[in-house]
């Protein structure tokens, strides 16, 4: 098989709203900047390209106009492009799905399909001969970020309607895995591609971002030998309700709140405007990657792409489609969904593959553009943000219904049997 891969930076040359901590922010200053990067991947006659670009979402147009222009340029079929955001939460917008109050910069926009079309045209002109070797570790920082509220701070105004909060919770499973593949070339130089959950929402400053993703990048070219690492691609998993562990005590202040919140809430996310953070967390997942042995070497062949509208009703009747793919290259199977999706839902996925290793099962997030957060019956039951207040932002006229998770694990049985005939 051979395979390519190549990024480039996106430039911003005018101050723009960043996209996903509201409306206070926007800048035209670059912290690490945000990219687009490409994979580029052959066998026999067979074509698949992965592209990732750090945003907040991708959004329909963006991604119509990328495949439509790859297509003609390449002759890659367009079920055989996977395009997805990182997630990012300092970048510009590009989603006109995302119903924020943020205006698409026609520059940006444009700027965009350019870099990306060029970072296309780098990665299939690097394609070579590989070997592929598969990666996994159990630590990934990530944890769950739906704390239930206390009852005695639901008299509280600032807790009366909330029944959860964005706040740690340990006492909640959290998917803390990490996939990676490693290609590596002949003159043993190699990129990664990694795949893991949680949200990248530690950056928090009014500089350009593109969050942990750069920094395990940087990590992995730093601590790998000879130079030899020409970067990663990170592939945003099924991280809905799950954020980085990055975490620090809550602190005693003037307002009688906080001792009670010190008491039964005790931790919050430490978020923070540098570069400190986001290095940390970098540092400890490129560290925890490298260390490890590999798991076995692997033929990427007898490529097969499969495409799945599964409907999904809403509480009021109404309905809305979620896109699910599967990528299956040969022993390893890429399930990719267009939504924030729960994580506990690569669990059940598992679970219906259970022959198979979970570091051979590869679950995405973030492609196309979004349907919403895509919660479990338990995260239904517990509502909050994700269930509820966030629907507007996704031009959803109600919650989800509570059949989402038994139309879910219909349509992974569907599609797993139509990649077994």
């Known amino acids: ?48 390209l992965f592209l990732t670009i750090d945003l907040l979402f991708i959004g329909k147009l963006l991604s119509e106009r990328l495949k439509v222009q790859i297509k003609n340029l390449y002759k890659i079929p367009e079920d055989n492009i996977l395009i997805s955001a990182t997630h990012t939460h300092s970048a510009p917008k590009t989603c006109e799905q995302f ?21 296309v045209e780098l990665a299939i002109k690097n394609k070579n001969f590989v070997t592929a070797e598969l990666y ?16 005695i701070l639901k008299v509280l105004p600032s807790y009366f309607n909330k029944k959860c909060v964005n706040r740690p919770n340990r006492l909640t499973s959290t998917d803390k895995t990490c996939r990676a593949i490693k290609f590596i070339y002949k003159n043993e130089s190699f990129f990664w591609i990694i795949n893991a959950a949680a949200h990248p929402t530690n950056y928090n400053g009014n500089y350009i971002s593109s969050d942990y993703p750069y920094y395990i990048e940087k990590n992995l070219i730093k601590y790998s030998k000879k130079n030899l690492c020409k970067g990663s691609m990170f592939l945003q998993g099924w991280a809905g309700n799950q954020n980085c562990d990055l975490i620090k005590n809550i602190k005693i202040n003037l307002h009688p709140v906080s ?12 978020r923070s405007s540098s570069k400190k953070n986001l290095d940390i967390l970098g540092k400890k997942i490129a560290k925890s990657l490298l260390k490890e ?3 076995e070497i692997i033929k990427l062949r007898n490529f097969s792409i499969k495409s799945l ?20 290259l040969g022993n390893i199977k890429i399930l990719s969904l267009n939504g924030e999706i729960f994580a506990s839902y690569r669990k059940k996925i598992l679970r219906l593959l259970i022959n198979d290793p979970a570091y051979r099962i590869f679950t995405i997030g973030y492609t196309d553009y979004p349907v919403g957060y895509i919660p ?34 219909s349509g992974f049985k569907k599609i797993l049997r139509i990649s077994n005939k």
């Open 309 to 328: 509208n599964i409907p999904l009703k809403l509480s009021n009747k109404s309905e809305t489609n979620l896109s699910l793919r599967l990528f299956n």
């Open 1 to 48: 098989m051979k395979a390519g891969f190549s990024k480039v930076q996106l430039n911003i040359k005018e101050k723009l709203q960043l996209s996903g901590f509201g409306d206070f922010r926007s800048s035209s200053n670059i912290l690490d900047g945000i990219f687009s990067k490409a994979i580029f991947m052959e066998e026999k006659k067979c074509k698949v």
């Open 376 to 409: 479990d019956n338990e995260g239904l039951k517990l509502g909050g943000y994700e269930t509820d207040r966030s629907i507007k932002y996704f031009g959803l006229s109600s919650r989800f219904s509570s059949c989402i998770e038994d139309k879910l694990i």
């Open 99 to 119: 119903l924020d109050s943020h205006s698409i910069s026609q520059n940006f926009f444009n700027e965009v399909i350019k870099k990306s079309l060029k970072v």
């Open 293 to 295: 042995k590999k798991k």
């Open 136 to 151: 996994e570790t159990q630590d990934f920082p990530a944890i769950n970020r739906r704390l239930p509220v206390p009852l």
């Open 259 to 270: 001792l009670i919140e010190k008491i039964f809430i005790k931790q919050i996310f430490n």
